[in-house]
C-alpha cells in the first residue's frame, strides 16, 4: 500500500512541478541542512500539504554542509544550554537512520584535548556533569597510552564525548529529503526564489524565477544566502568562509574509527577539529577559520592559498605527528555567522514566517532538532528552543540596536 502511494505521488508531483502556480499549506525555502531536515519532519505529519524549494539541485556542493564528515557532541564547547537540544538530536538521527536504512552517525565518540582552565574546555566539563553525559577524562599519561596519534603536552587533558562521533553530512541531507518525499513533499530543484511577500496570518507569496508558490506558513532556511532576501539580516549576519583540509597520515591503521574518534584540539590558540578516515587514505584536520568573513556568498575564496594551506599543514602536524604536512586535499566552504554565534531562530510578527540562519558553523549537528522546531512551529506546538535567547530582536538589543 505505501510503495502504492508513493507511486501515486511522484506522479501528482510531476503535474505539479510543470505549473506556473502552486498551493500548499507549508513552503520550505532552501533544501540544504536546515531545510531538508525541516521538510522531513512537517512532511512525516501528513496532515499539512508542503513543497521545498531549493536554488541548487538537490545536495548539491555549493552549500555549508559538504565535505565528507562532521563532528557530533553532546559535551559542548559553545555552553551547556545547547545540551538539550544536542540529545533531543541525537534521538532524531538515530530515527532518520532507521527510516533510511542507512548509517549516518559514527558512534566513535568526540574527544576534546586542551587545558582545563580554557572557557572550552571547561564548558566540556560542565556539559557532562550538569546533564550526567557519559564520558571518559584522562590525564596527560592516559592520552599518550590511548591516543598516541595526539601529541600531549604537560598539562593537556583529554575528555571523551561517549555520545559523540562522525556524521555522513551529504548522506544525511539526501537521506532527509528522500523521506520528506516519502511522506508526500514535493520538492522544486533549481528554482531561485526571487521574492517572499508576506500579506498577512497565513499568507505568504514566494516568487520564484519559475513560477508562483502560495502558501499559508513558510520555512526559510537560507543559510548562508539569508540576506539577500532578508535584508534586514545584514545588522546580524556576516559570511564566514571555512576551510577543510585533509592529509595522508604515514600509519593509516591508527586513524580507523575503531581507533581514532572524532576529535577538537585547542592550543595557544589554534583550533582545529576533525574526524577518523572514512575515505581509506587520508585523515580530516582542519582549522575553524581561514579568512575573514565576507559581505555575500559571492565574495568567499573558490581556493585556499599554498602559503596558508602549508601554514595549516605544519600546525596540523604539530598536533599529529604521524602527518603529512601537505594536504591531499582541500575545499572552501561557508557559514552565515551571527556576532555573538547564537542562530536566528525567528517568527515574523504575523506568525507566518519561520527563519533559521546564523548557526556560525556549529549547526550540522543540531540539525534534526532544529527541524523538529519547525514541524513545531507550523503545527502550532511550543518551540522547544527559547525564544529569547535565539530570535532576532534578542540579536539586536544584545549589539544595542
Keep these: 500500500m505505501m510503495g502504492e502511494e508513493t507511486e501515486e505521488h511522484k506522479v501528482d508531483t510531476r503535474k505539479q512541478t510543470e505549473s506556473n502556480h502552486i498551493e500548499a499549506d507549508v513552503a520550505v ?14 512532511a512525516r ?10 536554488q541548487y539541485g538537490l545536495v548539491h556542493s555549493h552549500g555549508s554542509f559538504t565535505g565528507e564528515s562532521r ?20 534521538e532524531l538521527w538515530h530515527e532518520l537512520e532507521k527510516d533510511s536504512g542507512r548509517q549516518l552517525l559514527l558512534q566513535v565518540g568526540t574527544l576534546t584535548v586542551g587545558y582545563a582552565e580554557d572557557a572550552a574546555v571547561q564548558n566540556v566539563i560542565d556539559s557532562v556533569r550538569e546533564y550526567d553525559l557519559p564520558h571518559e577524562v584522562l590525564d596527560p599519561a592516559q592520552l599518550r597510552e590511548r591516543y598516541p596519534q595526539h601529541a600531549v603536552k604537560n598539562g593537556n587533558i583529554g575528555v571523551l564525548d561517549v ?11 539526501l537521506s532527509a529529503l528522500e523521506q520528506a518525499q516519502r511522506f508526500g513533499a514535493q520538492v522544486l530543484a533549481n528554482e531561485k526564489v526571487l521574492d517572499i511577500s508576506v500579506d498577512g496570518p497565513e499568507r505568504v507569496t514566494i516568487t520564484t524565477d519559475r513560477r508562483t508558490i502560495r502558501a499559508r506558513q513558510a520555512v526559510v532556511a537560507q543559510g548562508s544566502w539569508a540576506k539577500r532576501l532578508s535584508p ?6 556576516s559570511v564566514q568562509p571555512l576551510p577543510l583540509t585533509w592529509f595522508m597520515p604515514h600509519h593509516l591503521e591508527l586513524f580507523t574509527p575503531d581507533r581514532f574518534p572524532a576529535f577538537i584540539r585547542d592550543e595557544g590558540g589554534v583550533h582545529f577539529f576533525g574526524a577518523p578516515s572514512l575515505d581509506g587514505y587520508s585523515l580530516k584536520v582542519t582549522p575553524r577559520h581561514f579568512h575573514d568573513p565576507v559581505a555575500d556568498v559571492s565574495e568567499v575564496p573558490a581556493v585556499i592559498t599554498p602559503e596558508k594551506l602549508s601554514e595549516i599543514g605544519l600546525l596540523a602536524q604539530s598536533f599529529f605527528p604521524d602527518l603529512n604536512p601537505e594536504p591531499v586535499h582541500s575545499s572552501v566552504h561557508h557559514d552565515a555567522f551571527t556576532i555573538n554565534k547564537v542562530p536566528v531562530v ?13 548557526f556560525s558553523g556549529h549547526g ?14 507550523v503545527f502550532g506546538d511550543e518551540i522547544t528552543f527559547a525564544a529569547a535567547d535565539y530570535d532576532i530582536p534578542a540579536h539586536l538589543a544584545a549589539l544595542g540596536q
Design 29 to 42: 525555502v532552501g533544501l540544504g541542512t536546515m531545510g531538508a531536515m525541516a521538510l522531513w519532519r512537517i
Design 45 to 54: 505529519r501528513s496532515a499539512r500539504s508542503v513543497v521545498g524549494i531549493e
Design 71 to 90: 563532528v557530533f557532541r553532546t559535551a559542548y564547547h559553545e555552553g551547556t544550554r545547547y545540551v538539550p537540544t544536542l540529545l533531543r538530536s541525537r
Design 163 to 173: 555520545f559523540g562521533g562522525g556524521m555522513r553530512p551529504e548522506l544525511s541531507v
Design 232 to 237: 534586514e539580516l545584514s545588522r546580524i549576519l
Design 346 to 358: 525567528d517568527v515574523d510578527s504575523t506568525g507566518t514566517v519561520l527563519t533559521l540562519t546564523g
Design 364 to 377: 550540522f549537528k543540531l540539525a534534526p532538532a532544529v527541524g523538529e522546531m519547525a514541524e513545531q512551529f
